[in-house]
């Protein structure tokens, strides 16, 4: 698991210094609302591996790794479909307004191919007991967390095509080795 150096979302909170879930612990239903894709649920992706994202616009650590997961999707485009992990990025405490403004600024016309999930009122954020944006959190085809991450990921790091590659071998939880962050791993305190 990794643990980056980050400002955390209360600043008067300290960091957490062991994982928000135990590797194989039962994680906390989603089911959201998305921009483009409709409703979105983990329980509707049971047997997909699935790479959870929080995020939010106003994080600068946040907006650089948009890119980066836009990048990964089309490296897992190539995968079989039934295999495929599925991006679920979620913003935090914002309205969709403003959300799709930073995407029409960041991609211009483009769509991004993994759906944004609105979490307006902050409560999958706090379900998922997220102190640090970025964090993203990489779950089995059984939902169970494999790989967590308190702070900015490089994707396009060997490292996390790595642990990636772990996740689609259906390892058992604990075994991928932790993400790689951004060489700018500031992490983001809410504003």
Known sequence: ???VASLSL???A???AEPAFAP???LPPLALSSLDHGPQSLAALQGRPVVLHFFATWCEPCREEMAGLDRLAGRLAE???ARRPVILAVDVGEPAIRIRRFLARAFGDETLPFPVLVDDDRAAMKAWKVAVLP???LLGA???LRNEAAGPVDWDDA???AALDALFADAPPGAAAPLPALSDNSGSNQQ
């Open 79 to 81: 995968r079989p479909d």
């Open 159 to 161: 490292r996390t095509h």
């Open 24 to 26: 194989g612990a039962a």
């Open 1 to 3: 698991m990794l643990a």
């Open 10 to 12: 209360d600043a008067a």
């Open 142 to 144: 059984d939902h169970t």
């Open 135 to 137: 964090t993203s959190y």
């Open 14 to 16: 300290p960091l957490r």
